[in-house]
């Protein structure tokens, strides 16, 4: 059963950094698009950042300059935050999809196929 599985969630205060990780059992992370989600209390689940093949990206507007995601020659995923905000304050998933590159539509959920459960993460003011 393909799987994903992330890490490195947890609390901190406005300003500072956390560094998720996604680890994905076959190929999973070499799919065309993988991208971080994440979903707040109350709050609709919201893409933050695509990844394709060729390593191309798509952020959030609210992300930008702030966050990056990024790959290891073991095609784990990553997603380095800075200068986080309490805005930031949500659950975030690793999601991956087979079939569409991350030119289309790279944010809409209900595109991918494959999800891990999450790794909360907790900005305090």
């Known amino acids: 059963q393909v799987q994903l599985v992330e890490s490195g969630g947890g609390s901190v205060q406005a300003g500072g950094s956390l560094r998720l990780s996604c680890a994905g059992s076959?190929?999973?992370?070499?799919?065309?698009?993988v991208a971080w989600f994440r979903q707040a209390p109350g709050k609709e689940r919201e893409g933050v950042v695509a990844?394709?093949?060729?390593?191309?990206t798509r952020y959030a507007d609210s992300v930008k300059a702030r966050f990056t995601i990024s790959r290891d020659v073991s095609n784990n995923l990553y997603l380095q935050m800075n200068s986080l905000k309490p805005e930031d304050t949500a659950m975030y998933y690793c999601?991956?999809?087979?079939?569409?590159?991350?030119?289309?539509?790279?944010?809409?959920?209900?595109?991918?196929?494959?999800w891990g459960l999450g790794t909360q993460v907790t900005v305090s003011s």
């Open positions: 076959g190929s999973i992370l070499r799919s065309d698009c």
């Open positions: 999601a991956a999809r087979i079939t569409t590159d991350c030119a289309t539509a790279p944010f809409e959920f209900n595109t991918y196929n494959v």
């Open positions: 990844i394709d093949r060729a390593a191309r």
